[in-house]
């Protein structure tokens, strides 16, 4: 199993930055899939930006040129740079884990940006 623990969101102002973490409770070298989904109020939970065990990334169109996913597997950490914020980036953010065929999800910390 695997536990996450999200740390970093908070509230912001419009063209701010936000830095999120999420740890996990075993050595990342072992998880091939990190990544980090948001859920807004009344709308359903998407994907932001995930990295594999290689480095490779993809994100969402929405925050392409602006977030940025990675990973220190050292440090059992992957983390969420966010710059360029806007109040549509407002939501809460959860970071997944894909271990041995299983979706592990954090409990989520919330983003608000202010307009």
């Known amino acids: 199993q695997v536990q996450l623990v999200e740390s970093g969101g908070g509230v912001v102002q419009a063209g701010g930055s936000l830095t999120l973490s999420c740890a996990a409770s075993?050595?990342?070298?072992?998880?091939?899939?990190m990544g980090w989904y948001r859920q807004a109020p009344g709308k359903q939970r998407e994907l932001v930006a995930r990295?594999?065990?290689?480095?490779?990334?993809n994100y969402a169109d929405s925050v392409k040129g602006r977030f940025t996913i990675s990973r220190n597997n050292a440090k059992s950490t992957v983390y969420l740079q966010m710059n360029s914020l806007k109040p549509e980036d407002t939501a809460v953010y959860y970071c997944t884990a894909r271990f041995v065929f299983k979706d592990y999800w954090g409990q989520g910390t919330q983003v608000t940006v202010s307009s």
């Open positions: 075993r050595s990342t070298f072992s998880i091939n899939t």
């Open positions: 990295i594999t065990s290689n480095g490779s990334t």
